[in-house]
């Protein structure tokens, strides 16, 4: 089913994708803020007050959604190297 947020929705709903938003990556409720953005801004050491704080429209549960979505991404079977 899903993480839940305290309203009973799914955290995960809050990431959509749209083909006409963003060239089509999973992005936060539709809004221009993709997720592999707030996982770099993240990554770079940026906290969620942060990150909150610097856009004013993200919400706590938007953050949580984006851990919730890169978890499912990293429960892959197995991975395959690329060659470049």
């Known amino acids: 089913m899903g993480p839940q947020v305290t309203d009973g929705t799914r955290l995960l709903d809050r990431i959509t994708i749209n083909p006409d938003i963003c060239h089509g990556k999973p ?26 704080a610097d856009y ?16 499912c991404l990293s429960q892959v079977k197995r991975l395959h190297a690329v060659v470049r």
């Open 27 to 52: 992005c936060i409720r539709g809004l221009r803020y993709p997720v592999d953005t707030i996982l770099e801004l993240l990554s770079a050491g940026m906290s969620t007050e942060e990150i909150l």
């Open 56 to 71: 004013d429209d993200l919400e706590s549960q938007d953050l949580l959604a984006v851990f919730a979505f890169a978890a």
